[in-house]
């Protein structure tokens, strides 16, 4: 069975500074998908970036970008310039593509978050 | 543009009872997905709703159950409800098939209390 594991239930980082929140997965797929999603305090969820397992390349999108590293099987998100906005709970989620279903999409699977707080 | 919208917001209920919440995904996609969402827990998939037929299912009892309808829309229904039901329920809403690793677009979701 996949599973997602996030070791840092907690963060802290002061404003304009640079964290990175570490995320480890297992599976035995090769194609799969790993995205990190942000849920701010009774807000909904939106993705912050994704990334494809073929792809050697870390997807970057503004002051996000990922390392990911495939044989480790680790999925770590590097916030820059760290905004008050970026206060937030913090999921890393694992996808599959299921090949038996029509091809409909795998479901996610979530680890159990890292609540990030920004200090001004 | 309409994101995933759900209803109710709030609900409370007492154990035994029955419950439908509600979403209606955003528009042009056509594949629906509920997650339960625990405090202080990532969510969890319950399962997933494609072509008006449940296409995939997770580690959740049949008291739960879903449907979808020819508009995509889509309902979660939860039987006997017990203590541990009590969750922020989430709809995704993404574009299937050759949706693979597309985005989920999440609802704001329904709080569930059971008392």
């Known amino acids: 069975a996949q599973t997602v594991t996030q070791s840092q239930p907690e963060m802290s980082v002061q404003e304009a500074e640079t964290v990175t929140l570490s995320c480890t997965y297992d599976t035995s797929e090769n194609n799969y998908y790993l995205f990190w999603y942000k849920q701010p305090p009774s807000r909904q969820m939106i993705l912050v970036i994704r990334q494809e397992a073929y792809k050697q390349q870390n997807a970057t999108e503004n002051r996000f970008s990922v390392n990911f590293q495939k044989a480790a099987k680790s999925f770590s998100l590097k916030i820059s310039d760290s905004q008050l906005g970026d206060t937030a709970m913090y999921f890393c989620?694992?996808?599959?593509?299921?090949?038996?279903?029509?091809?409909?999409?795998?479901?996610?699977?979530f680890g159990k978050g890292t609540k990030l707080s920004v200090k001004p | 543009d309409a994101g995933v919208t759900q209803s109710p917001t709030h609900l409370i209920k007492t154990r035994g009872q029955q419950v439908t919440l509600r979403c209606s995904p955003k528009?042009?996609?056509?594949?629906v997905s509920w997650y339960q969402q625990a405090l202080g827990q990532g969510p969890q998939f319950i399962f997933q709703?494609?072509?008006?037929?449940?296409?995939q299912r997770g580690n959740f009892p049949d008291r739960f159950s879903g449907h979808q309808f020819p508009n995509y829309s889509s309902e979660l229904n939860v039987n006997a409800l017990l203590l541990g039901d009590s969750a922020l329920y989430l709809c995704a809403s993404s574009l299937s098939p050759s949706g693979i690793g597309r985005e989920q677009y999440f609802g704001p979701g329904t709080r569930l209390t059971v008392t």
């Open positions: 709703y494609y072509e008006e037929e449940e296409r």
């Open positions: 528009s042009g996609h056509d594949t």
């Open positions: 989620a694992f996808m599959t593509f299921l090949m038996n279903y029509g091809g409909s999409q795998g479901n996610l699977i």
